[in-house]
């Protein structure tokens, strides 16, 4: 069975740093993505890995700020976010995808689902 567990969430003041982890099991996936949602709202992409690491990938709103990397062994992902802010509160999951030429920043090209992991930035 292929399941992907997130952890790491929390509460903390804006300027602060989190570190999320993301764990696949029953498969490596190529390609894993973050993306956040808020209530009302559409899961949106935070960013992408691709293989061990050489290519990654960000969404403006996070770019300098946050770092997607594999850890050892490869089923695990991490997302180190720096410098949060409020506007950064949601609900991060992470997705595993199957290999395609151009990497997808949309959910629907993700087939594997985490249950998410809460992130709350305080100002």
């Not at 960000?58 to 062994?73: C, E, L, M, Q, W």
């Not at 180190?80 to 997705?95: F, I, R």
């Amino acid at each position: 069975q292929v399941q992907l567990v997130e952890s790491g969430g929390g509460l903390v003041q804006a300027g602060d740093s989190l570190r999320l982890s993301c764990v696949s099991s029953g498969r490596i996936f190529s390609t894993v993505a973050w993306f956040r949602q808020v209530p009302g709202k559409e899961r949106d992409f935070v960013a992408w890995i691709r293989g061990s690491g050489g290519s990654t990938g960000y969404a403006d709103s996070v770019k300098g700020r946050f770092t997607i990397s594999r850890g050892n062994p490869e089923t695990t992902v991490y997302l180190q976010m720096n410098s949060l802010k409020p506007e950064d509160t949601a609900v991060y999951y992470c997705a595993g995808g199957p290999v395609t030429r151009v990497v997808s920043t949309t959910p629907r090209g993700y087939d594997y689902w985490g249950q998410g992991t809460q992130v709350t930035v305080s100002s």
